[in-house]
């Protein structure tokens, strides 16, 4: 198999384009390539330590034979344009959350990577976190018994000045949503992923902390999953000063709370040899948070994304989240969205 580093390019030059490029920089089998981005100045800066072309082009960027795959990290609303014309190009494609704003938009990019016959995946860093996999590990040996109910708290804070700071922050076209589409789909798709498929959500939002943004900063939703357990999410950036993400799963065997990427709590009716180490807290941690500052949050979770990215490319075993995974939490969010609006449960279309 080709050994040589997979040559990535990305596509903008935002904050969190900032983390894929430092991601990039901690990974020998990888290297940062290109970057495309309207704001050339920040490109440039971007691209200085890897000595990355740079260019506002995405025809440019993807004409030339220098790179194998591309991270898109533009505008969530933008994400299908830059995709799809990455996967024309017979690149390889890792996209940043939310996968795309819409269902609609999203099944464009899965059709058209089927069509190319490349690798489309999305970002979701804590399914990598130590204390995520402990969880699901434990939910596929059935130490919870029977799933009874999972609730998340996204209970985050943002200042003004974040949504301020550009000018499609904030709004449906290009963001997409608010607190629960933005900052609560992690949760999301946490929940879905250990949980199983959601059948039906009913939900309130509101806008209380923040003016002049058309979307939601507030929001509590309730979940019904396929297997009959029941779920809800709070997802906020309006609670000053942020608290940690957490996510509680129960069973009529057992319960355990994961915050960020540390198990908290872990107590089921039968002991086993494992869960005193669980419980000591030093398994898991590496993947940070962003309660309060989104510049907080570690690159660790992307940089283990990107790397399993790299290793299904050059045809090795590897644990990604491809295109109708990663589209799963739009689909959920959509409907909570629809419930905030209608004032009625809604159901997940699929």
């Not at 570690?298 to 995974?325: L, T, W």
Request: contains cysteine; aromatic residues 6%; hydrophobic residues 40%.
């Amino acid at each position: 198999m080709n050994t040589n580093p997979v040559r990535l390019a990305i596509i903008g030059s935002g904050s969190i384009a900032n983390m894929h490029a430092n991601a990039i920089a901690r990974i020998p089998e990888a290297k940062l390539t290109a970057i495309c981005s309207r704001n050339t100045k920040k490109a440039e800066e971007l691209a200085q330590p890897s000595g990355a072309r740079v260019t506002d082009s995405l025809e440019q960027l993807l004409a030339p034979g220098d790179i194998d795959a591309v991270l898109v990290a533009t505008p969530r609303g933008a994400h299908a344009e830059a995709a799809i014309s990455a996967l024309r190009s017979k690149k390889h494609v890792l996209c940043e959350k939310p996968f795309e704003i819409s269902s609609k938009r999203a099944r464009l990019m899965i059709d058209e990577a089927e069509r190319s016959g490349v690798l489309l995946a999305g970002f979701f860093p804590l399914r990598h976190g130590a204390g995520a996999k402990i969880l699901q590990q434990a939910i596929e040996t059935n130490r919870f018994g029977r799933l009874t109910f999972l609730s998340a708290r996204i209970k985050w804070w943002r200042e003004q000045s974040y949504y301020d700071s550009s000018t499609w922050r904030g709004t449906w076209n290009l963001d997409g949503g608010g607190a629960l589409m933005n900052q609560g789909i992690h949760a999301v798709d946490l929940m879905q992923w250990l949980g199983g498929k959601v059948t039906e959500v009913s939900a309130f939002s509101a806008t209380l902390a923040h003016r002049d943004i058309e979307v939601e900063d507030t929001l509590a939703a309730t979940m019904r999953f396929e297997n009959g357990s029941l779920g809800t999410i709070e997802a906020t950036t309006s609670c000053y000063p942020g608290l940690d993400l957490s996510l509680e799963v129960s069973g009529d065997c057992g319960t355990a709370i994961l915050v960020n990427d540390q198990i908290e709590y872990w107590r089921f009716s039968q002991d086993m040899i494992d869960d005193a180490a669980i419980r000591s807290g030093r398994i898991g941690g590496k993947i940070g948070g962003g309660a309060s500052d989104p510049k907080a949050i570690s690159c660790e979770g992307h940089r283990q994304q990107i790397v399993e990215f790299c290793r299904a490319i050059r045809g090795y075993p590897a644990n990604v989240i491809d295109g109708n995974e990663a589209a799963k939490a739009v689909s959920v969010i959509e409907a909570i969205y629809r419930s905030a609006q209608s004032g009625r449960s809604e159901p997940i279309l699929h």
